[in-house]
């Protein structure tokens, strides 16, 4: 009898899905104290915004290099709606009356602030979206430019470079973990939708969906709006983490180390956010103890300005040039295993053990195997 | 009309930086197909170079001389270890092979130099100023402009007239029929990534020169609104990157000067939306022959 593969087993997707990370994440967070905290917010974040970029770069094939404009969108909308009409009057001079005067919860707030980014990205997606390949990557970026002029400029709602600050503290743990898991249900939802695959399709050749009947235009606006959307949840969450926001933090930087995440993790699949925003969002913060300068092997290395960039971008020129489908590449395992019902049911029948046990001894017996073997080999004359 | 000499003047100087980059992100476009995110930086390459270059007590002429060739050296050098390996990679693999090693060089010159700003010290000679219609310009203006002309025509009679120049126009037509014809196809790229470098040396030089003080970030900008230049002329024609720079310095230096007060900040989103405009109704950019795709 076929017995499956362990990846398709349910005890094995439940153990190493849902269990491990879980054990990981409660230590992490009880062991780590309040540092640690701030810094796993971050990552669910950071997933939120990789996993909406893979959207539109990965998965239709749309490149844009402008996540961090709808991220700056978000975050300044949402800030706008949550902070208090005393507040936003003493800091931003003459903003609007009727604008002061609405103050919203969080949850409202950050969907208004979704909906109006994901409208203004259908307005300019209706015009960039025309350009293709490396034009549209410069456009986006443009993008980037434009969106932090307005801002900048715009004192009376965004109170200019200054930016905003006095946000409450809304984005705890728990609400990042649910956005973070609702983010990526809905997007495992649309990728295997007919939508989704449509999306695939355009990517994989225009002219043949074109002869499916796939409308070009409207399958790469929709995913591009879809794709503005979350990054504007991940700015309001964002924006709501940090408690002050700027301008200048949502510039060419914020843009490429998103990209650098969605790249890294693996373009073409919704999985490839979790360790591309793992990677980004833990290594710089590992980085940090070094950049000051420290001793290796007695020998002195001195203080590195920049230490994370430099190791960012040659990991980053690595992959491209070794693993150019980042880490998971095309397999959705991890977000498909999270969110199959037949994970928690299996764990509820007798037959998934019974292949459980099969399939691990099955691979102890080929790793023991491949171990003998190889110390024949080394034995020999 | 004083003033609107003197916006023209600025303009003019402006452009002709950006002519001179535009004129790189073409060259090597048309040839390999891609964009050098990176393209950008080597301006950085060539300003620090020459403040090192000058600070080590060398003289100024000898100093621009060598930085230009260490700017070319590093042009090749990128091409060689970054870009050869995915030539025939998709596209978002080049976008962001270029984009890491525009990254990557930024952050090492930051780690080198810290991002500090600098001041370069060029000869007195270049600061002198004298009246042209009641405006004054610089001697470094004359020279800005002096430059970008003759180094416009001698890439265009070097593209046309000699045998290289010939090679590069076949290359670009047609890849696989240049290569039959026993054309070195890695030659001809090593080629435009030298012609492209030296210009964006000169054009770094001159704008830090200008301006005086540098620092590790000056590049990017410079090299995103050179490439936006190209695109309004239309990737792969000389003449279109040259009026494209022309055109996007006008856009920025009068719609800072002329639109009126408030809206007069937004200067750099208004020149995009000029470039988004011109790509709807022109997608192949105002000299741009329609017989290529864009993408």
New interface residues.
Partial sequence: MERPKLTDNPLFRFLTVVLLPAVLLIILRTAGGSYYESVLILFFINVILAASLNLT?GIT?I?S?GHAAFMALGAYISSILTLSEKMKQTMVSNMPEWLAKIQLPFVPAVLTAAVITMLIAGLIGL??L??????L???T???V??IK??L??ASNLTNGSRGLSGMAKYSTLPVVIIAALLTLYILYRIRISAFGRSMVALREDEDAAASLGISYRSIRLLSFMVSTFFAAVGGALWAHLQRTIAPSLFY?NET?VI?EMS?LGG?ASLSGAIPGAAILTFLPQILANFSTGFTIFGVQIPQ????T??V???L??VT??FR?QGVVGNSEYIVSSLFDPKTYTGLFKKKTYEDFAFAFRRKQRSTARRLNKQTMEGEGP | MEFFTAQLISAVKLGSIYALVAIGYSIVYSIMGMINFAHGELLMIATFSLWLLLSAGVPFAVAVVLAVIITAVFGILIERIAYRSIRNAGESTQIITSLAVSIFLEALCQAIFNSSSKALIIPDVFSQTFKVLGVTVSVIDVVTLACTAALTVAVVLFIRHTRVGKAMRAVADNQEAANLMGINKDRIITTAFVIGSVLAAVAGILYSGKYTSFSNDMGFMLGVKAFIAAVLGGLGSLTGAVAGGYIMALLEVFFSGYLPQGIGSYQTAFTFLVLILVLLIRPNGLFGSSARERS
């Fill in positions: 770069n094939g490149f290099l015009a960039i025309r350009a293709k390949g490396h034009y990557a410069v456009i970026l443009g993008m430019i434009v002029s307005v900048d400029n060419f490429f990209l790249v373009m590195i300005n920049g230490l960039n430099i960012m971008s040659i980053f020129i491209i040039i150019k």
